[in-house]
């Protein structure tokens, strides 16, 4: 190993593909310029697709304006944060452009979140103006008043159908659970008929302008601590992010024709950058799949026939392993990326070899918009279980655990540190947690990680103790607070354990109160209507103590030490 190789030399460049350069030279373009660009440019080329309905880019950008408009009348100014609580339906990248538009902040929040999660958010990110589905819609009703929330804006999965489909959904979607009754209320309005009647509107200007250092989002993600915290991502953040993305795939510099699978939920980073944002700048078409289960991806991609899908691991297994799948014609896709997990080799080979496409495996945080690292699509060398290189513009260098300061020789490992033009401003009201992140410019990502000779990075372990299950980023100190406050319980605490399909499913070890004896189902019950569904735990185990320090701390490794070690695990 030559020791001497510094990070700073940048041995991942001798790997970029043909035509990505190491520097950009980034167009002052806004999100919501490329989308007014391509109105103007391809107005009749298809936007978006639901289920069958087509949204052509001018439609998209005429809908915006209207929304935007809705918006400025609803007393909204720049800087005020509009939640959207909703699935991959059109009101919802329709809703966020309106917001960027008009130089509000976009706050994007998981639908299968509970209500204690989302009044979190909601109130931290002081949220003036809610977008949600009519299933929700009456929660967020009877939620509103211990909120900052002025107005709701309901939409329906049937608001944009195509023939026959929008005639039968009224008659079947009750009973299917696809539509609900909204009760009466002040300030709730329906999206279909706000769009009527602000079709002929468009948003004023915002004062002052918008620039790249203008906050565009605050994006939740998780934290040890239990309490999600608010990424602040600016707009140029997220122009320069697609911009990167766009340079490293010079096969697609100048296309327009491409069919993007829009799968990826875009209330996450991943899905809003690389799915959402990433295809309404290039121009192309963008299939949107609500509920990215086997069944409907594969509805998807055999009805509208996508080029590229970006999907995470339990999605490339499930279609992989699915019985429909032999009979399904899957030879439109020339390019998925995948994130949030490794990805077995025995499933990169199977879906490559179904499909003909190039997978390409990536790695990044909320913090950073979120794309750090990806392998080479052409040319370039792709590193099975590697995260890949580091885009253009982008640095990366691994630091001892103890002492940031201190760089890890090449091939040893260490924390990951990141610095570049798509790394947050920092975290919403936790000036502490910022500076703990950000240090001297560089991101710190939690995760162990080395880089090898050729500038390859791996990530070896994760520093916090975050859990990814089915793609989601599950934090156990939520797990571990919601237990702790049963009556029967004195301590708990979540780990991951390995799951077949998911990647990982959550285990909670549980102290009971003296005397009591809960029982397993009582728990997973007790936490069903205070957690996401995904954030459930699976298994609960009692214990009579759990592991700790000299200082309290229990120690999660000690835990998962544990679990590793039986013969059934």
Known sequence: MNETLRYQDKPWLRFYDAGVPEFIDYEQMLLQHYLEDNSRKIPDNTALIFQGYRLSFREFNEMADAFAAFLQAQGVKKADAVALLLPNVIPCPVAFYAIMKIGAVAVMNNPLYADRELLHQFNDARATHLITLDLLANRMIDLRPKTGIKSIVVTSIGDYLPFPKNLLFPLVAKKKGLAATVKPAQEV??????????????????????????????????????????????????????????????????????????????????????????????????????????????????????????LVPTMFIGV?????????????????????????????????????????????????????????????????????????????????????????????????????????????????ETEATIINGWLHTGDIAMMDEDGYFYIVDRKKDMIISGGYNVYPRDID?????????????????????????????????????PTQEELIDYCSDKLAKYKLPTRIEFIDELPKTNVGKVLRKDLRAMEAAKPTA
């Open 189 to 310: 309005y329906q999206w279909k008929q706000v769009i009527r009647e602000y079709s002929q509107a468009r948003p004023t200007a915002v004062p002052g302008g918008l620039g790249f250092e203008d906050i565009a989002m605050f994006q939740y993600t998780g934290g040890t601590t239990g309490v999600s915290k608010g990424a602040i991502l600016t707009h140029g953040n997220l122009s320069k992010q697609a911009q990167q993305i766009n340079a490293w795939l010079p096969t697609f510099k100048d296309n327009t024709e491409e069919v993007m699978l829009g799968a990826l939920p875009f209330f996450h980073v991943m899905g809003l950058t690389v799915s959402m944002n990433f295809a309404i700048t290039k121009g192309w078409t963008n299939i949107l799949v609500p509920k990215p289960q086997p069944d409907q991806l594969l509805e998807a991609i055999s009805k509208f026939k996508p080029t590229v899908a970006p």
């Open 320 to 432: 992989l392993n699915h019985p429909k799948t032999a009979a399904t014609d899957l030879s439109s896709i020339k390019a998925c990326v995948s994130g949030s997990a490794p990805l077995p080799l025995d499933v990169i080979r199977g879906f490559e070899e179904k499909t003909g496409s190039v997978i390409i495996e990536a790695f990044g945080m909320t913090e950073s918009s979120p794309a750090t690292h990806v392998n080479p699509f052409s040319e370039g060398k792709r590193k099975v279980g590697s995260i890949g290189i580091p885009l253009p513009d982008t640095q990366a260098r691994i630091v001892d655990l103890d002492d940031p300061e201190k760089q890890m020789p090449v091939g040893e490992t260490g924390e990951l540190v990141i610095r570049g033009p798509q790394v947050m401003l920092g975290y919403r009201n936790m000036p502490g």
């Open 481 to 517: 607070e919601v237990l702790f406050a049963h009556p029967k319980v004195m301590e708990a605490c979540a780990i991951g354990i390995p799951h077949p399909t998911r990647g990982e499913q959550i285990k909670a070890f549980v102290v009971p109160v003296k005397g009591e004896a």
